[in-house]
């Protein structure tokens, strides 16, 4: 079918550039084009038409369901397969981009293997669909051929007998009373009997009755009407397999224009049909589990709905999402990520009864339909057995896991009752379980719609937030404990938000994380950590060095080392002057490029931090494998001191070890003196809290400097 084509639209050059080069990935041979203006991306499909179409939901001139409108109404590309990217939090929004027309959706951050697979399986879905297309094209071919030689009959009727013996397709012509005049090998052959011993004999007394009636009655509409009948489909058995053909019935015509038979000629479409319902079922089905898809599960939810309504019961909808199975994902691999996902849809799928469905609505995310209910109490109890199965361990290639989930309910009639609207209030409990701690399910209810409007709308504030300069560092000063003078600061994000005030990481991180503006955020907190340490230097103000959180997203998806390099080079700092800090999970999760990405920043002079140390996956063997220069012991180990015997045996323990490997510690959370004198004795090199001094502003900590002894910066 030739070389594939995809268009992706998307109006940050950053998204571009990624989508691009993992559906590059794919095939060499696949012709990427980008748009970041989805207006200049229809202009573009006017005179071309793509294989798939990848969309960003969230773009300034026009979001995604518009653009996904203004397509379909394209008839060249009314059935392109479109994907639409959205945020997790964007649920109404991928609900109107599969209103308007969208094949699919995916989460962002987006997935490496989950967009892979997607955009795999939709070429796909597009190559067969277009072999399709030309193959349905040429049987209307060959069925107009054979209406055209109706006329043929007669002089050259020997040379025609031979030019329809070898065109593959059944051509019989009977006159009015239905005896054969004409039959080619081909149909000679389905029939089992010679050509010969058809031609003056009831052709429709060789079918089965049922078939015979339907062939008689269709002759007698011909020649009753003298108009053709195109096109119409017919099962044929022949040894035993049932095939499908094209059947297209003619009249016959004598010199003087009367009609004196039919001609019928049929086509095997039987391939064309399997193809279809492969398509078909491709179109309905996930391709990894091979459970019904959102499609699939929507229109099972509408019919599963008009029957309670009729019925007087309840249907229940069952949201389900895997608690950390991104954690899975990321230290197992992708391939033990999907073999969880198969496990835990096999599951889900022995849970059921007799007309109930599952289905896998994307990434770990599964739906399930409960009818004929008659209180929310048994929803309840079917919502604790399925967890209850699903709560266990698991065997992943060689290394068990332990996995639970939650679950949101939403009832019908009780919530809602279109299906678009009960899977939107379902997600909302979900999201309302994961909050409780995972591992447990809640009912939706209506406080549930302002937390999600309030979501959204922080989300389009976030968006804009950079470009109105609503974001602000604040510093904490981190002191050496043995001589309480103040070596390092960290830069700590504040949004000074134009309606809510001032507000901290944890009111809107999750938010930028889940839909990936941590990424532009997070290089603006770089870029102005290292400007204003240049700024404080050129004064004289005598902070030595600065540190800076990174995300997991910004090294999954950037080039880390150039950001830092360029942040250092544009501000002119000594690279010692910077130490980044990071979160175990990254570590584990991708320790061999995280290693090279490390080593590479250690080389450049950059130090590097492991930020809340003892929470996480904690592993004394990427301790000693990888770049680090210092252990930030989690405020969990500290809070309790000078009282709690077990805590202040592990922080004793990790500053001991952290030694012997050659690595610095701070303890986070200091809050007392009393906690201060312990600390300093156990032998932690420095301390950070309230007690040492609060976060605050560049000028705020500008004056604290002024007041209190500062360590003298030396080389790394």
């Known amino acids: 079918m030739g070389t594939q084509q995809v268009l992706i639209v998307d109006d940050r050059p950053t998204n571009q550039n990624i989508f691009a080069r993992l559906t590059s990935a794919?095939?060499?041979?696949?012709?990427?084009?980008?748009?970041?203006?989805?207006?200049?991306?229809?202009?573009?499909?006017?005179?071309?038409?793509?294989?798939?179409?990848?969309?960003?939901?969230?773009?300034?001139?026009?979001?995604?369901?518009?653009?996904?409108?203004?397509?379909?109404?394209?008839?060249?590309?009314?059935e392109v397969p479109i994907v639409v990217i959205t945020a997790y939090d964007d649920r109404d929004f991928r609900l109107l981009a599969l209103e308007a027309g969208a094949t699919d959706f995916l989460q962002s951050p987006v997935d490496r293997r989950e967009f892979q697979s997607r955009a795999r399986t939709l070429l796909a879905f597009r190559r067969q669909q277009l072999s399709a297309q030309v193959r349905a094209a040429e049987y209307e071919t060959d069925a107009a051929l054979g209406n055209a030689l109706s006329t043929l009959f007669g002089d050259g009727a020997?040379?025609?007998?031979?030019?329809?013996?070898?065109?593959?397709?059944?051509?019989?012509?009977?006159?009015?009373?239905?005896?054969?005049?004409?039959?080619?090998?081909?149909?000679?052959?389905?029939?089992?009997?010679?050509?010969?011993?058809?031609?003056?004999?009831?052709?429709a007394a060789t079918y089965p009755a049922d078939r015979a009636e339907r062939d008689r009655a269709a002759n007698a509409r011909v020649l009753e009407g003298g108009s053709a009948i195109p096109g119409y489909e017919e099962e044929i058995e022949r040894d035993g397999v049932r095939l499908i053909y094209l059947v297209h019935k003619a009249p016959l015509r004598d010199g003087q224009g009367e009609v004196t038979g039919v001609l019928t000629s049929a086509i095997d479409i039987t391939g064309r049909k399997r193809a279809e319902t492969h398509l078909n079922h491709m179109a309905r089905h996930d391709a990894l589990t091979g459970l019904p898809n959102r499609i699939l599960f929507r229109d099972r939810l509408q019919s599963a709905v008009a029957k309670a309504q009729a019925d007087g019961n309840r249907v229940a909808v069952y949201l389900l999402d895997l608690d950390r199975f991104k954690f899975v994902n990321d230290t197992r691999g992708h391939r033990a990520g999907?073999?969880?996902?198969?496990?835990?849809?096999?599951?889900?799928?022995?849970?059921?009864?007799?007309?109930?469905?599952?289905?896998?609505?994307?990434?770990?995310?599964?739906?399930?339909?409960?009818?004929?209910?008659?209180?929310?109490?048994?929803?309840?109890?079917?919502?604790?057995?399925?967890?209850?199965?699903?709560?266990?361990?698991?065997?992943?290639?060689?290394?068990?896991?332990?996995?639970?989930?939650?679950?949101?309910?939403?009832?019908?009639?009780d919530h809602a009752t279109a299906p678009d609207e009960l899977l939107r209030t379902a997600d909302l409990a979900m999201y309302a379980a994961k909050a409780a701690g995972g591992n447990t399910f809640r009912f939706f209810?209506?406080?549930?719609?302002?937390?999600?409007?309030?979501?959204?709308?922080?989300?389009?504030?976030?968006?804009?937030?950079?470009?109105?300069?609503?974001?602000?560092?604040?510093?904490?000063?981190?002191?050496?404990?043995?001589?309480?003078?103040?070596?390092?600061?960290?830069?700590?994000?504040?949004?000074?938000?134009?309606?809510?005030?001032r507000l901290g990481p944890g009111d809107f991180l999750r938010c930028a994380e889940e839909t990936g503006m941590i990424i532009p955020i997070g290089g603006w907190v770089l870029r102005e950590a290292c400007r204003q340490?240049?700024?404080?230097?050129?004064?004289?103000?005598?902070?030595?060095?600065?540190?800076?959180?990174?995300?997991?997203?910004?090294?999954?998806?950037?080039d880390v080392f150039a950001l830092v390099r360029q942040a250092v080079?544009?501000?002119?700092?000594?690279?010692?002057?910077?130490?980044?800090?990071?979160?175990?999970?990254?570590?584990?999760?991708?320790?061999?490029?995280?290693?090279?990405?490390?080593?590479?920043?250690?080389?450049?002079?950059?130090?590097?931090?492991?930020?809340?140390?003892?929470?996480?996956?904690?592993?004394?063997?990427?301790?000693?494998?990888?770049?680090?220069d210092r252990l930030k012991i989690d405020r969990s180990f500290v809070s309790a001191l000078p009282?709690?015997?077990?805590?202040?045996?592990?922080?004793?323990?990790?500053?001991?070890?952290?030694?012997?490997?050659?690595?610095?510690?701070?303890?986070?959370?200091?809050?007392?003196?009393?906690?201060?004198?312990?600390?300093?004795?156990?032998?932690?090199?420095?301390?950070?809290?309230?007690?040492?001094?609060?976060?605050?502003?560049?000028?705020?900590?500008?004056a604290l400097l002024a007041s209190r002894p500062v360590a003298h910066r030396r080389a790394s």
Request: glycine fraction near 8%; proline fraction near 4%; aromatic fraction near 6%.
């Open 26 to 78: 794919l095939d060499p041979d696949i012709v990427v084009k980008t748009c970041g203006d989805p207006r200049e991306a229809l202009t573009l499909i006017e005179g071309w038409t793509p294989d798939l179409i990848i969309v960003d939901f969230s773009m300034p001139e026009m979001n995604g369901a518009e653009f996904t409108r203004a397509v379909r109404r394209r008839p060249a590309t009314h």
């Open 158 to 203: 020997a040379l025609m007998g031979q030019v329809l013996d070898a065109v593959p397709v059944m051509v019989a012509a009977t006159d009015r009373d239905g005896r054969c005049l004409f039959v080619n090998a081909h149909q000679a052959a389905i029939s089992g009997r010679a050509p010969a011993a058809l031609v003056g004999s009831d052709i």
């Open 643 to 702: 009282y709690a015997a077990k805590d202040a045996a592990i922080v004793h323990a990790i500053t001991s070890m952290a030694h012997d490997l050659g690595l610095e510690t701070t303890a986070e959370g200091v809050e007392t003196e009393e906690q201060q004198v312990m600390l300093r004795a156990i032998g932690c090199d420095h301390l950070q809290g309230y007690h040492i001094g609060r976060p605050q502003s560049a000028l705020g900590l500008e």
């Open 569 to 628: 080079s544009d501000s002119g700092l000594e690279p010692d002057c910077l130490e980044l800090e990071i979160v175990e999970s990254l570590l584990v999760a991708n320790r061999q490029a995280a290693a090279e990405t490390l080593q590479r920043l250690r080389d450049f002079g950059v130090r590097v931090a492991v930020d809340d140390f003892g929470t996480g996956y904690s592993s004394l063997q990427y301790l000693r494998d990888l770049p680090v």
């Open 338 to 413: 999907d073999l969880l996902l198969e496990k835990v849809a096999a599951t889900v799928g022995r849970m059921l009864k007799p007309g109930e469905c599952a289905a896998r609505l994307g990434g770990d995310e599964f739906a399930v339909l409960i009818g004929g209910l008659d209180t929310p109490d048994e929803a309840a109890q079917r919502a604790e057995a399925l967890l209850a199965a699903i709560d266990r361990t698991y065997s992943l290639e060689g290394h068990d896991v332990v996995l639970s989930a939650s679950l949101g309910i939403a009832l019908s009639p």
């Open 533 to 558: 340490l240049a700024a404080w230097r050129a004064r004289g103000v005598p902070i030595p060095r600065v540190s800076v959180n990174l995300s997991a997203l910004q090294f999954q998806r950037t």
């Open 445 to 501: 209810h209506h406080e549930m719609n302002w937390a999600a409007q309030t979501a959204v709308a922080l989300e389009a504030d976030l968006h804009a937030a950079i470009d109105r300069q609503e974001f602000e560092l604040f510093y904490q000063p981190v002191s050496a404990a043995r001589t309480g003078a103040i070596v390092s600061a960290e830069a700590l994000l504040r949004w000074n938000h134009p309606v809510k005030g």
